[in-house]
């Protein structure tokens, strides 16, 4: 069964960079197979996709945050992360890792709260 485990800092501080890590486990199908995502969901708001990093290594992201957003990934340790930069509390919300583009395996969302 794929399993995705999101990890990173818990309070990241306005204007600092903002930087989680997804680590995939039990994954049956080869890891290069697929596109892993990054989503948030902000307090009382609805689920927000951030970006993508396809099979290929090629990434793509939302167009309000592309200026500030990286995403990566290391195939060696099937894991990915996600960078933003110059943080604002509006970034404060529940991050989600995924799977592909339909999204059929979750992390469990680590909350990030922007905040002085």
């Known amino acids: 069964q794929v399993k995705l485990q999101e990890s990173g800092p818990g309070l990241v501080k306005p204007s600092q960079t903002l930087s989680l890590t997804c680590t995939v486990s039990?994954?049956?199908?080869?890891?290069?197979?697929?596109?892993w995502s990054w989503l948030r969901q902000p307090p009382g708001k609805g689920l927000e996709w951030i970006g993508s990093?396809?099979?290929?290594?090629?990434?793509y992201y939302s167009p309000p945050l592309k200026s500030r957003t990286s995403i990566a990934r290391d195939t060696s340790k099937k894991q990915f992360t996600l960078q933003v930069s110059s943080v604002t509390p509006e970034y404060t919300a529940v991050y989600y890792c995924?799977?592909?583009?339909?999204?059929?395996?979750w992390g469990q969302g680590t909350q990030v709260t922007v905040s002085s």
């Open positions: 039990g994954a049956s199908i080869a890891w290069n197979d697929y596109s």
């Open positions: 995924a799977r592909g583009t339909v999204y059929d395996y």
């Open positions: 990093i396809g099979y290929s290594g090629s990434t």
